[in-house]
T-cell receptor, first 114, second 113 residues
């Protein structure tokens, strides 16, 4: 039982390049989330998926797209990376449909955009 | 109105001392308040959580105090240990809302041996 896994762990991109961050959970959770963490700004929600087949914008969705591929997998895509997207990205999942569910976080992806 | 304000930004405590981190919110629709602990290089993990129907919740050395009228809640770490050195995030959510946590900006705690 690996919990929430994220790949890659580290990535360096040049401005304008694209990439996809992968996330998978093996806990049979319904809801999944993508956050970014920046110094002094806490965790900010980018996109979330309340259940398989649905996605919705969070606090900072600009420059990102997501795909809920199936119940296990939720990917985050940067179509044209910008230096402002340098951050640590966390994927999380929670069991049910309520926002009071405990969110379980992955280990993070550290992204640098030059 | 969606913000959760957390203080202090950083905190240094002697081993055995009490660590106190405070959070304040504005949205009265929030009714679930978790605290997450994050060690360097790791993802955050749930530490303890409270709902506003109680004023205090204790789990081991960790206690949440909740003041509904002031819209404030705090984390107390009793007998702080060097292993407690981590970043702590408070959060708030509405159970009738859309599955979203609003996180505070985090407090970096260092417990000196």
């Amino acid at each position: 039982n690996a919990g929430v896994t994220q790949t890659p762990k580290f990535q360096v991109l040049k401005t304008g390049q694209s990439m996809t961050l992968q996330c998978a959970q093996d806990m049979n959770h319904n809801s999944m989330y993508w956050y970014r963490q920046d110094p002094g700004m806490g965790l900010r929600l980018i996109y979330y998926s309340a259940s398989e087949g649905t996605t919705d914008k969070g606090e900072v969705p600009n420059g990102y797209n997501v795909s809920r591929l199936n119940k296990r997998e939720f990917s985050l895509r940067l179509e044209s990376a910008a230096p402002s997207q340098t951050s640590v990205y966390f994927c999380a999942s929670s069991p049910g449909r309520g926002s009071s569910d405990t969110q379980y976080f992955g280990p993070g992806t550290r992204l640098t955009v030059l | 109105q969606q913000q959760v304000k957390q203080s202090p930004q950083s905190l240094i405590v002697q081993k055995g001392g009490i660590s106190i981190i405070n959070c304040a919110y504005e949205n009265t629709a929030f009714d679930y308040f978790p605290w997450y602990q994050q060690f360097p290089g790791k993802g955050p993990a749930l530490l303890i959580a409270i709902r506003p129907d109680v004023s205090e919740k204790k789990e081991g050395r960790f206690t949440i105090s909740f003041n509904k009228s002031a819209k404030q809640f705090s984390l107390h770490i009793m007998d702080s240990q060097p292993g407690d050195s981590a970043t702590y995030f408070c959060a708030a959510a509405s159970t009738s809302g859309t599955y979203k946590y609003i996180f505070g900006t985090g407090t970096r705690l260092k417990v000196l041996a």
